[in-house]
């Protein structure tokens, strides 16, 4: 028996219209967009921008957002070796528009404190590998579909507890 599929509402908060320009500082997600961490579990350093809820560890991101690959995504993070003319091995640093890409760490645990990535770094992550050459476009678009789509569900279930 076939099954009758009510239509698919979008949200009023349609990020369609925002356009990802990352050679001119422009992306579809701001960790503004979304609500201030407040559990203290997941303070940064002082000093440091605060964490935007949702956020997510390597092993998630690189599970919903690259097919699961957390060997390739953290090699990716910690830069892409290369051979210089030497025979020394180096790495490229994970670059956007020529800076450095940071990504912000928990305070608690010291130098081997776990970084959490919010759904504004994730869009920026996918631009540095693009930009770097370690995904394609057609992965580019599918991770900012990923993500705009968590946004969307993220707003969704905020609206129905505040409501």
Known sequence: ?????????????????RVSDPERGRYVLYDTDFPVETDPKYAV?????PLAVPHFSVGEVACFAFAGHLTWLKR????KPYKVASG?????????NGK????????????????RYTLADIERLACALYERGDID????QRVDQI??????QFWARNEKREG
Do not use: C, H
């Open 147 to 152: 993500l705009i789509a968590m946004a969307r």
């Open 45 to 49: 350093a002082p000093g440091v921008p």
């Open 137 to 140: 476009g057609y992965e580019l």
């Open 88 to 96: 020394q091995t180096k790495a490229w640093p994970l670059l956007l």
């Open 100 to 115: 450095d890409l940071t990504f912000r760490s928990v305070a608690r645990g010291g130098i081997t404190a776990p970084k």
């Open 76 to 79: 990716q993070l910690k830069g």
């Open 1 to 17: 028996m076939p099954l009758n599929l009510e239509p698919i509402i979008v949200e009023p908060e349609d990020l369609t219209s």
